[in-house]
């Protein structure tokens, strides 16, 4: 775990840190008003947009999955698009930022179990994640990408039987089980394991996130791979409407998504979140105007 430094404005308000592209991945640089450890980075002046109760006084727990360009750790520093919006809400609320990086699964269980706040990084939600966590309003939306070396597949009847692999923990997985057969889908730990089977001939297609694996594509080591969108189908329920990516947070903590609602749409309103995917190489419309 560890600290991230931030800074003040003349207001006493926390300034938001502006997102830097170091390569293709988007990073958030560091600040230089104080250094992780030390007693305090939020000044004394700080006035918090709400009044939230946390998990520890004064600080907020998160949990992130390295999920790039929207979240992931580089060294002590959170990173990524959605890694600012974290740090906006720590930054609005007047809190020390508290933030470790673990498996999609952990953040699930350690929010439920009452080990952190808030999580974020291209989460999508059904009923039974709204039963289990609060929602936060939307972020951006993706839809599920069909990539492939040499064909231009879109429909759910041109992937019948074939040898297709998708990433765990998205909410699509059962129903990809359930139209082609779990022994006909091989899951993955990461969305580059089944890019690299696809870019080898050991899958035919890879279900993936569209919007986490754009940037992937424009990479020269999947130069051969191309994605398409997955067409709206009735036997895919996620494909019915663009799923929305949103921050999830401890159940019955009404005050902090309120306080992260509002971080999220000032993110969206003052432009920034738009700059951030275009910098990520991402469709900037995709930018969702708040609201659930």
Request: charged share 20%.
């Amino acid at each position: 775990m560890f600290r991230l430094p931030q800074c003040t404005k003349a207001t006493g308000k926390l300034r938001r840190t502006p997102v830097v592209l170091i390569g293709i991945g988007s990073l958030i640089t560091a600040s230089a008003c104080g250094l992780p450890g030390s007693s305090s980075t939020v000044p004394e002046n700080c006035k918090p947009t709400e009044n939230v109760q946390t998990l520890n006084e004064g600080e907020l727990t998160v949990l992130v999955a390295e999920h790039p360009p929207f979240v992931s750790m580089s060294g002590n520093e959170l990173t990524g698009i959605e890694g600012e919006l974290i740090k906006d809400i720590a930054s609005d609320l007047c809190l020390e930022l508290d933030a470790t990086s673990t498996s999609f699964s952990a953040v699930i269980e350690g929010l439920q179990s009452g080990r952190a706040d808030l999580s974020a990084g291209n989460w999508t939600v059904n009923d039974q994640r709204r039963k289990l966590f609060e929602v936060s309003d939307g972020i951006y939306t993706s839809g599920m990408g069909i990539v492939t070396r040499d064909k231009n597949w879109s429909s759910v009847e041109e992937l019948e039987g074939k040898p297709l692999g998708t990433p765990q923990g998205y909410l699509w997985v059962e129903q990809l089980n359930d139209v082609y057969g779990a022994d006909n889908v091989r899951q993955y730990q990461t969305d580059t394991a089944v890019l690299d089977d696809v870019n080898a001939g050991r899958i035919e297609a890879g279900i993936v996130s569209l919007a986490a694996n754009t940037w992937r594509l424009q990479q020269d080591q999947y130069s051969a791979l191309a994605m398409t969108e997955m067409k709206p189908t009735p036997q895919i329920p996620y494909t019915q409407e663009p799923p929305t990516s949103v921050a999830l947070i401890a159940k019955g903590n009404t005050a902090l998504k309120k306080a992260a609602n509002a971080s999220i749409k000032d993110y969206y309103e003052s432009g920034e979140l738009g700059d951030a995917l275009e910098e990520a190489g991402l469709d900037p419309d995709t930018a969702y105007p708040g609201g659930d």
